[in-house]
């Protein structure tokens, strides 16, 4: 007995051990690369450990073991973050009980500890493949659970298994819908999780890196048909402060707090709101994507300056919220917003001299000004290239009089300084513009490759579009990125895997965007519209109530009459089965004989005859003492295949 629970030990160890090297990738997010490989060497002496069938590390020991690995972790508290150095605990917890699995107490801890430690890994992965590959390992955990409690030997049956799972469903599909979704507990600050899209500052170069990369930004769903592709402007960050090279933020875009939203009065009464669902991917950031003119907005997001709009918590896992916009130009918001936006840098003196010819022709129009820069990137010999020449201090005057070669910021950067320059109020704003369009989903998806740069101007109290790249490259706004480039420059975007798989992740790639608006996209908001449907169905509860009663009534009242039939059935069996009998057999002397006995005779008496006469006297039985009716079908169909052979029976 003993060493049967030690080579059940040995191989349940094994598959714990498994499962803490499928947590540690799964956890990869908040580790870097030192503590990942600390813990690698881990779980590798574990598995020697095992393979040697070496004897379970002692309490002292293991103490002696963990004690260097938890303060080295500690000293790293600064750059892993408080949340992922509980992680590493956690984790460090789970290895070092294995270590020194001895008895079942010990592995009962360790299974309460994985169960947390798995349901842990939804904080960094919600796509449905990872999620179903989280489930497994929730339920190979289980099993582990199953075999501390299970007798020796005794496999899992699988119809239990799915009648158990059948009677939890209801149960765990109500308390998703009902129970009240809070806020979760893990967004937290982090300095560990690295920010993905656009930054805060806006260069020359900073765009062409984030345009590589083919990940996916965000998806959108339209209330109705989409607006046409040149429309497709997503804002996320405007940037109003230029030093000469750079853009950046301003320090308003810090400050937590909500502020009112702009409003356009005359835009919002003379065009229709557009209505869109966003299920934005995580980047640890707070700021949002909208299209023109934000009018109203789901409860988990805020407005926030020159109409952009921000999450209530940092991004670190998908968002999804809904928008109502007006696709028209933007107030301006006050006096100060404009001065801000008229600051120049003491740099760029030719750019300088450009803008001040401009001023002379256009004056202070804003429109003629943006017209007569688009026409001299059409015209002149400008370049739309994801690959172009660094630049230096004066970097506007480099790209305007002598590489001519520019990538969306370059030509964003150069309008919004020329504008500023020539007296007109102006800004660069960073989004993204386009997307693939999904025809037979019917849902936009954004990638990072879409990422752009492009201007606001202020004219006549307003903020309106103008996009350089438009002029000296139109394809990109009209197709994407890809046609407006050359063949090398495609090449560095195109993906290095074939098409089939390209086919296959897209597919997956749809299922995962209907997992995540159906389950992780289902917010407070939509639960409260929920419970307004419920409670508005209550208002017919005793329609409702009448309904049940009368169901219940009728289920109860053919219950009963089966219920009667059967019982009735039942006493009159006695009889009714032993005329049918002494009706083929031969009769007994004795009218008072029980039919059982007088079989028995007959039987002896008949030994050809012996099994199909113990069959009916078996079937009697269990029709008479045992009340089984399915006996009394059998009994007709053995007197209908045995008649001729039992009316010839010799009597004993």
Same mark, same amino acid.
């Given at each position: 007995?003993?060493?049967?629970?030690?080579?059940?030990?040995?191989?349940?160890?094994?598959?714990?051990?498994?499962?803490?090297?499928?947590?540690?990738?799964?956890?990869?997010?908040?580790?870097?690369?030192?503590?990942?490989?600390?813990?690698?060497?881990?779980?590798?002496?574990?598995?020697?450990?095992?393979?040697?069938?070496?004897?379970?590390?002692?309490?002292?020991?293991?103490?002696?073991?963990?004690?260097?690995?938890?303060?080295?972790?500690?000293?790293?508290?600064?750059?892993?973050?408080?949340?992922?150095?509980?992680?590493?605990?956690?984790?460090?917890?789970?290895?070092?009980?294995?270590?020194?699995?001895?008895?079942?107490?010990?592995?009962?801890?360790?299974?309460?500890?994985?169960?947390?430690?798995?349901?842990?890994?939804?904080?960094?992965?919600?796509?449905?493949?990872?999620?179903?590959?989280?489930f497994g390992l929730l339920g190979v955990n289980l099993y582990l659970q199953f075999q501390l409690f299970a007798p020796n030997g005794q496999p899992l049956r699988l119809a239990p298994l799915l009648k158990t799972c059948a009677l939890a469903l209801p149960l765990w599909l109500g308390l998703f819908l009902l129970f009240p979704r809070l806020p979760p507990l893990w967004q937290m600050p982090n300095q560990q999780q690295a920010v993905t899209g656009l930054g805060n500052e806006l260069d020359p170069g900073s765009i062409e890196q984030l345009v590589q990369s083919d990940a996916t930004a965000f998806r959108v769903s339209f209330d109705g048909?989409?607006?046409?592709?040149?429309?497709?402007?997503?804002?996320?960050?405007?940037?109003?402060?230029?030093?000469?090279?750079?853009?950046?933020?301003?320090?308003?875009?810090?400050?937590?707090?909500?502020?009112?939203?702009?409003?356009?009065?005359?835009?919002?009464?003379?065009?229709?709101?557009?209505?869109?669902?966003?299920?934005?991917?995580?980047?640890?950031?707070?700021?949002?994507?909208?299209?023109?003119?934000?009018?109203?907005?789901?409860?988990?997001?805020?407005?926030?300056?020159?109409?952009?709009?921000?999450?209530?918590?940092? @991004?670190? *896992?998908? #968002?999804?919220?809904?928008? !109502?916009?007006?696709? $028209?130009?933007?107030?301006? +918001? %006050? &006096?100060?917003? /404009?001065?801000?936006?008229?600051?120049?840098?003491?740099?760029?003196?030719?750019?300088?001299?450009?803008?001040?010819?401009?001023?002379?022709?256009?004056?202070?129009?804003?429109?003629?000004?943006?017209?007569?820069?688009?026409?001299?990137?059409?015209?002149?010999?400008?370049?739309?290239?994801?690959?172009?020449?660094?630049?230096?201090?004066?970097? @506007?005057? *480099?790209? #305007?009089?002598?590489?001519? !070669?520019?990538?969306? $910021?370059?030509?964003?950067? +150069? %309008? &919004?300084?020329? /504008?500023?320059?020539?007296?007109?109020?102006?800004?660069?704003?960073?989004?993204?513009?386009?997307?693939?369009?999904?025809?037979?989903?019917?849902?936009?998806?954004?990638?990072?490759?879409?990422?752009?740069?492009?201007?606001?101007?202020?004219?006549?109290?307003?903020?309106?579009?103008?996009?350089?790249?438009?002029?000296?490259?139109?394809?990109? @706004?009209? *197709?994407? #990125?890809?046609?407006?480039? !050359?063949?090398?420059?495609?090449?560095?975007?195109?993906?290095?895997?074939?098409?089939?798989?390209?086919?296959?992740?897209?597919?997956?790639?749809?299922?995962?965007?209907?997992?995540?608006?159906?389950?992780?996209?289902?917010?407070?908001?939509?639960?409260?519209?929920?419970?307004?449907?419920?409670?508005?169905?209550?208002?017919?509860?005793?329609?409702?109530?009448?309904?049940?009663?009368?169901?219940?009534?009728?289920?109860?009242? @053919?219950w009963f009459k089966q219920y009667r039939q059967r019982h009735q059935l039942l006493r009159q069996a006695p009889d009714y089965w032993r005329k049918q009998l002494l009706a083929v057999l031969p009769a007994p002397d004795l009218a008072s004989e029980p039919l059982s006995r007088w079989l028995n005779k007959l039987a002896v008496a008949n030994p050809t005859q012996a099994p199909v006469l113990m069959a009916l006297n078996?079937?009697?039985?269990?029709?008479?003492?045992?009340?089984?009716?399915?006996?009394?079908?059998?009994?007709?169909?053995?007197?209908?295949?045995?008649?001729?052979?039992?009316?010839?029976?010799?009597?004993?």
């Open positions: 007995m003993l060493a049967q629970e030690l080579q059940l030990s040995r191989a349940w160890r094994g598959v714990a051990a498994l499962l803490q090297a499928t947590i540690l990738l799964l956890y990869q997010p908040a580790f870097n690369a030192l503590t990942s490989g600390l813990f690698v060497l881990l779980l590798l002496w574990l598995g020697i450990r095992l393979w040697q069938q070496t004897k379970p590390l002692s309490a002292r020991q293991i103490n002696w073991l963990l004690a260097p690995v938890l303060l080295l972790l500690l000293l790293q508290t600064r750059s892993l973050g408080a949340l992922n150095l509980m992680f590493h605990v956690l984790l460090l917890a789970a290895i070092g009980r294995s270590f020194s699995l001895q008895l079942r107490r010990d592995a009962i801890q360790l299974v309460w500890v994985q169960y947390f430690a798995i349901s842990c890994a939804f904080i960094f992965h919600q796509q449905i493949l990872l999620a179903g590959l989280i048909a989409p607006p046409p592709r040149q429309q497709w402007y997503w804002r996320a960050k405007v940037y109003e402060e230029f030093d000469g090279r750079r853009w950046l933020q301003h320090s308003r875009f810090d400050r937590r707090q909500t502020v009112a939203p702009a409003t356009n009065t005359t835009a919002v009464a003379d065009a229709q709101p557009l209505t869109y669902q966003i299920l934005a991917e995580s980047s640890f950031q707070r700021d949002l994507f909208s299209l023109g003119l934000p009018v109203s907005w789901s409860d988990n997001i805020r407005p926030r300056p020159a109409a952009l709009l921000q999450s209530n918590q940092v @991004i670190s *896992q998908r #968002l999804s919220y809904q928008v !109502s916009s007006v696709l $028209s130009p933007i107030p301006l +918001a %006050s &006096a100060a917003e /404009l001065r801000l936006n008229l600051q120049t840098a003491a740099a760029n003196p030719q750019s300088q001299q450009l803008a001040a010819q401009l001023k002379q022709q256009h004056g202070n129009d804003g429109h003629a000004i943006s017209e007569a820069l688009a026409r001299l990137f059409r015209e002149q010999a400008f370049y739309y290239t994801l690959q172009p020449p660094r630049l230096g201090a004066n970097a @506007i005057d *480099q790209f #305007l009089f002598q590489s001519r !070669s520019g990538f969306c $910021s370059h030509y964003a950067s +150069a %309008s &919004a300084m020329l /504008l500023r320059a020539a007296g007109v109020p102006a800004r660069v704003v960073g989004g993204y513009q386009g997307g693939d369009w999904q025809t037979s989903q019917q849902y936009l998806i954004v990638r990072q490759r879409d990422a752009h740069a492009w201007v606001e101007y202020l004219q006549d109290g307003d903020w309106h579009l103008f996009d350089p790249t438009a002029a000296i490259a139109p394809e990109r @706004i009209l *197709q994407g #990125l890809e046609q407006a480039l !050359s063949q090398p420059e495609r090449e560095l975007l195109s993906s290095w895997q074939p098409g089939w798989l390209q086919q296959m992740a897209l597919q997956w790639s749809h299922l995962d965007y209907l997992w995540s608006v159906w389950v992780l996209g289902f917010n407070q908001q939509q639960q409260t519209e929920l419970w307004a449907t419920l409670a508005g169905w209550l208002r017919y509860w005793p329609y409702m109530l009448s309904f049940a009663v009368l169901l219940a009534l009728t289920a109860a009242g @053919i078996q079937h009697y039985e269990q029709l008479i003492f045992a009340g089984k009716t399915d006996a009394a079908r059998h009994l007709q169909q053995q007197l209908q295949l045995n008649h001729k052979q039992l009316r010839t029976l010799k009597r004993p």
